[in-house]
């Protein structure tokens, strides 16, 4: 139980930690444009994101 205590539970917290650090620091910013894509609709219509914009 000690061992868990010295090694697991400090690399489970880094981890946890980074990850946090990670997603706050690499989404998109406001004003951002979304990546194009490309897919196909239900009904088999092609649908590309770049066609709504404004």
Same mark, same amino acid.
């Given at each position: ?7 697991? /539970?400090?690399?489970?917290?880094? +981890? ?7 997603? *706050?620091? !690499? ?5 951002? /444009?979304?990546?194009?894509?490309? +897919? ?7 649908? *590309?994101? !770049?066609?709504?914009?404004?």
């Amino acid at each position: 139980m000690n061992k868990f205590f010295k090694f697991v /539970l400090p690399a489970i917290a880094l +981890a946890y930690f980074g990850f946090q650090f990670y997603v *706050k620091f !690499s989404g998109a910013e406001e004003g951002d /444009l979304a990546p194009d894509f490309e +897919a196909e609709l239900i009904d088999g219509t092609p649908f *590309k994101l !770049s066609e709504l914009q404004g």
